[in-house]
């Protein structure tokens, strides 16, 4: 059982992101992806960001952990959302946009290089692909959740084959240049 299959786990997450959301990386987004497109969101955890990408696109949340989907269902009932794996990512559906804020780190590397050519097969043509990622060069293990950082030349070998590179920079969250934000495009 992984650490967001439990309420406890969901519980301490929910403390942790507390004052965080991903209202800068949303507003350098717009600059890339029109309003109204469809987008599915990969991990929306707590659905901060949610919130506010539905105030200007056709969102779809998803998350791998049920209690996310089921905590943020009992508040919004109307929300489109899916129990999706970020590897695989089931759906027969096909989006303008995939998201996520901090979510893909959670992924070994090989599982993430998976996940980017099942994310080219369910975004439309010309689709976006944007993501966010800590920086650095290691992986750690934290009360049994994976944490790998990434260096931009890591990432841009790991899309380059599946995606046009339009941008790939680092940012500041919580120290300077700690994070990497990638806005990609299908091939």
Not at 35 to 59: C, F, H, R, W
Not at 60 to 84: E, M, P, V
Request: hydrophobic share 35%; proline share 1%.
């Amino acid at each position: 059982m992984g650490f967001f299959d439990t309420e406890k786990g969901v519980e301490q997450y929910f403390k942790i992101a507390e004052g965080y959301d991903g209202a800068e990386l949303i507003k350098i987004l717009q600059k890339y992806l029109s309003q109204n497109s469809t987008i599915l969101e990969l991990g929306m955890g707590p659905g901060k960001d949610m919130d506010i990408l539905k105030k200007l696109y056709a969102v779809t949340g998803s998350d791998n952990s049920q209690i996310f989907l089921d905590k943020y269902k009992n508040k919004h009932q109307d929300s489109d959302l899916l129990l999706i794996d970020a590897v695989t990512i089931q759906t027969d559906r096909k989006f303008d946009c995939i998201y996520s804020n901090k979510v893909l780190h959670h992924l070994t590397k090989e599982d993430l290089a998976n996940s980017f050519q099942r994310q080219k097969d369910v975004l439309n043509p010309n689709g976006i692909a944007f993501h966010s990622f800590w920086k650095g060069n290691k992986t750690e293990n934290i009360e049994g959740l994976l944490f790998t950082y990434y260096e931009i030349e890591d990432l841009k070998k790991m899309t380059g084959n599946d995606f046009e590179i339009l941008t790939m920079k680092t940012y500041t969250e919580m120290e300077k240049d700690d994070s990497i934000y990638a806005v990609l495009r299908t091939k």
